[in-house]
């Protein structure tokens, strides 16, 4: 069973410019989830996609974006890059009912 | 609005001691509660979970979780802890569409020593 897979590990970008960070969810699991994680801190929920729509947004501005495709793998855009976006982004998928997350290792943005 | 406060930033314990990491928690509902764990550089995975029923909880690792209704907690616990624990540690409460929209806690760090 293939596991919740993030690319790429880390990354580098300037305030002003865009990213985009990629993921791809875990073998027949249909939600998938983003989180941000400052250094010292615990994930925060950004947004969830379910069946390729949003379904839940947590406190974060719209220049937070997102895509789930067909296959279940997924995006997380994010415009216009403010220093306090440094942080580790957490990638999460899950199957329905009430089966947990499980999380990938994650991208490690740094913005300067 | 829902929240998670693990009292204890840091703990240190020695190895073969026990071990209890705090978590309350505010939610206007019945809750779905989660433990996880995360090493330095990689994600969360998940120890255990409560959903309904039996209010104490097995996990992977030897964990357990105790839900306490009445105080809003759900303390992990652990009756020898291995060199190998040593981790960051979040309690977690699920909210939202499915209850996957999760809230986490900020943490505790949990040095073990020999």
């Known amino acids: 069973e293939t596991g919740v897979t993030q690319s790429p590990t880390h990354l580098i970008k300037t305030r002003g410019q865009q990213v985009t960070l990629r993921c791809s969810s875990q073998s027949g699991h249909n939600t998938v989830s983003w989180y941000q994680q400052a250094l010292g801190q615990g994930p925060q929920f950004i947004f969830q996609?379910?069946?390729?729509?949003?379904?839940g947004r947590g406190n974060f501005p719209p220049r937070f974006s997102g895509l789930q495709f067909p296959n279940y793998s997924s995006e997380l855009n994010v415009n216009a890059l403010e220093l306090d976006d440094s942080a580790l982004y957490l990638c999460?998928?899950?199957?329905?009912?009430?089966?947990?997350?499980?999380f990938g290792n994650g991208t490690r943005l740094t913005v300067t | 609005a829902q929240s998670v406060t693990q009292p204890d930033i840091h703990i240190t314990v020695s190895e073969g001691a026990s071990l209890e990491l705090r978590c309350n928690y505010s939610?206007?509902?019945?809750?779905?509660l989660f433990w996880y764990v995360q090493s330095p550089g990689q994600g969360l995975q998940l120890l255990l979970k409560?959903?309904?029923?039996?209010?104490l909880v097995q996990g992977i690792k030897g964990f357990e979780a105790e839900f306490k209704r009445s105080q809003s907690s759900f303390n992990l616990r652990k009756p020898s802890v291995h060199w190998s624990d040593a981790a960051e540690y979040f309690c977690?409460?699920?909210?939202?569409?499915?209850?996957?929209?999760?809230?986490f806690g900020s943490g505790t760090r949990l040095q073990v020593q020999p």
């Open positions: 996609y379910y069946r390729e729509e949003e379904n």
């Open positions: 999460a998928s899950s199957a329905t009912g009430d089966s947990p997350l499980h």
């Open positions: 977690a409460v699920g909210v939202g569409t499915g209850r996957r929209a999760l809230t």
């Open positions: 939610y206007g509902a019945t809750p779905y």
């Open positions: 409560y959903f309904s029923g039996d209010t």
